[in-house]
C-alpha cells in the first residue's frame, strides 16, 4: 500500500507513463521564465565585455547572431520542438531530456 | 576593475561531463556557490557554456566569503555598552 514499492498502474507493468503530450500553462510559464533568465546572463555577458572594450567571444557572436530571445520567439518554438518521427513533426519540449536545463530555442526552417 | 558575481542556481547533475567540468574549474561545487571572476572573454566564454545554470551579475569589487558571510549576518539587536570611567 505504501513505500516506494507499493502497486500503481504504471509500476505494474506495460507502457504506462503518463507524462502528458503538451505543456501545462504553469509549466510553459516557467519555461518563458527561465528563456529570459538565459537571456538575462547573455546580455549582462554582452555588456560587461563591451563597457570593457573587450572582444566578445565566438559563444556570444554566434548566440546573439542565430539565438532569438524569449519575446522573438513564435509559441511553437517556445513549447514544441521538431522530431521527424512524430505526427506533423513537433514533439513537447519536455519531451527533450534534461529539458529545463539545456536551450532548445531553433527548429528547422518550415516545420 | 570589474568581476562577474556568478552564482549557481541549478544543479548539473546528470549533466555532461564537459558542463560539470567548467562548473569545477570556476570553482562552483555546490547550488547557490557564488564566485567572483574578472570580466574578460575567456571567463565569458565559460559563462556562456553554463549560461543556463547560473544567475550573472557585473561587479565593481569581488568579495571574500567571509566578507558575503558578514553581509548576509542579521543585526544582533543589541549592543553592549562600555563602563564609563572616572
Known sequence: MFGPFRISSPLSGGLLWKIPWRLSNPQKRRQRKRLRLVDKVVATVDSALQRQNMELG?????????????????????????DRK???????????????RV???INPPGF | ?????ITLIRSSI?????????????????????VFK???????GQIMK??????????E??????????????DPGYYIEKPVVG
Open chain 2, 50 to 59: 553554463i549560461k543556463e545554470l547560473v544567475a550573472v551579475s557585473e561587479v
Open chain 1, 86 to 100: 512524430e505526427k506533423k513533426y513537433r514533439k513537447g519540449i519536455h519531451k527533450l531530456p534534461k529539458w529545463t
Open chain 2, 1 to 5: 576593475m570589474p568581476y562577474f558575481k
Open chain 1, 58 to 82: 565566438r559563444n556570444v557572436i554566434r548566440w546573439k547572431e542565430e539565438m532569438p530571445s524569449e519575446q522573438e520567439m513564435r509559441p511553437k518554438d517556445k513549447y514544441t520542438m521538431f
Open chain 2, 14 to 34: 546528470g549533466l555532461p561531463r564537459k558542463t560539470q567540468g567548467v562548473l569545477n574549474a570556476l570553482g562552483l561545487r555546490k547550488r547557490m556557490a557564488t
Open chain 1, 103 to 105: 536551450s532548445q530555442r
Open chain 2, 61 to 74: 569589487q569581488a568579495l571574500t566569503d567571509a566578507e558575503m558571510r558578514a553581509m548576509r549576518k542579521p
Open chain 2, 38 to 44: 574578472p570580466v574578460n572573454p575567456s571567463t565569458a
